[in-house]
Nanobody, 120 residues
Framework: QVQLVESGGGLVQPGGSLRLSCAAS????????MGWYRQAPGKQREWVAD???????NYVDSVKGRFTISRDNAKNTVYLQMNSLLPEDTAAYYC??????????????WGQGTQVTVSS
C-alpha cells in the first residue's frame, strides 16, 4: 500500500508565506508526476501545480509567480512554496501522485489534505 502524508498548512496573514510538504511511503517502485490540488468551501477541487519526474513544472494561472513546486526524488517528497498569499488562496490543499508498485500498474494516490487559511 502507498500513503501520502502532507504537512505545513496553517494560518497566515495576507502577503505571507507557507511551505507545504507531501511525503510518499509504502510499496513504491516509481513515482511519476506529483502535484497539488486545492478545494475551498463550497467549490470544486482545482488543480494548482504539478511536476514531472524529470522536473518539468506547470501552474494554474492564478498562482504563477507566487507558488513554486519542487520535489526531492531521494525522499519521495513534493513541496509547494507559497509566497504572497491572498485570502482567495484559502483552501484545503491535497497532494496527488502517480505511482507504480513493483513495476506494475500506475495508480493515482491522494493525501489527506492540509488546511491553508489566509486571513488578517
Amino acid at each position: 500500500q502507498v500513503q501520502l502524508v502532507e504537512s505545513g498548512g496553517g494560518l497566515v496573514q495576507p502577503g505571507g508565506s507557507l511551505r507545504l510538504s507531501c511525503a510518499a511511503s509504502g510499496s513504491i517502485f516509481r513515482i511519476y508526476t506529483m502535484g497539488w490540488y486545492r478545494q475551498a468551501p463550497g467549490k470544486q477541487r482545482e488543480w494548482v501545480a504539478d511536476i514531472t519526474s524529470g522536473g518539468s513544472t506547470n501552474y494554474v494561472d492564478s498562482v504563477k509567480g507566487r507558488f513554486t513546486i519542487s520535489r526531492d526524488n531521494a525522499k519521495n517528497t513534493v513541496y509547494l512554496q507559497m509566497n504572497s498569499l491572498l485570502p482567495e488562496d484559502t483552501a484545503a490543499y491535497y497532494c496527488n501522485a502517480a505511482i507504480s508498485s513493483s513495476g506494475g500498474y500506475i495508480n493515482a494516490y491522494w493525501g489527506q489534505g492540509t488546511q491553508v487559511t489566509v486571513s488578517s
